[in-house]
């Protein structure tokens, strides 16, 4: 029934998440990481891109709560809540990925691949 609403929905999604990790990490890290499998710990890159994933997902997870209440609004239509709260929770994972990257500049750490 909302099949192009849908399709806008999953072109944001993969615009916000796989595709930033698949340019960073090349398309089998992004994988390694969107699955699960990824084992490498530690590094500030895959952390970051983790956490932008994550932040991502979590606020578009987040945004569909308004959906069902009878607000009546024209912001509350399919898939709009969801679209604001993926945007929302990729600029906030990169509040986060800043907060925890600015010490490490400060000591004079690299932060590499």
Same mark, same amino acid.
């Given at each position: 029934?909302?099949h192009e609403e849908?399709? !806008? ?46 932040a991502t997902l ?10 069902? $209440? ?20 990729? !600029? ?5 990925? $800043?907060?925890?990257? $600015?010490? !490490?500049?400060? $000591? ?6």
């Open positions: 029934m909302h849908t399709t !806008m929905l999953t072109v944001t999604l993969t615009t916000l998440t796989f595709v930033p990790a698949s340019l960073h990490l090349g398309v089998d890290g992004a994988l390694e990481i969107i699955t699960g499998t990824r084992s490498q710990k530690g590094n500030v890159l895959v952390d970051a891109v983790k956490t932008n994933i994550q979590l606020g578009t997870w987040l945004g569909a709560i308004v959906i069902p $209440l009878d607000w009546d609004r024209p912001w509350q239509a399919w898939p709009i809540p969801c679209v604001i709260g993926a945007l929302l929770g990729y !600029m906030i994972a990169h509040f986060i990925t $800043l907060a925890k990257t $600015l010490p !490490m500049l400060r $000591l004079g750490k690299k932060v590499h691949r």
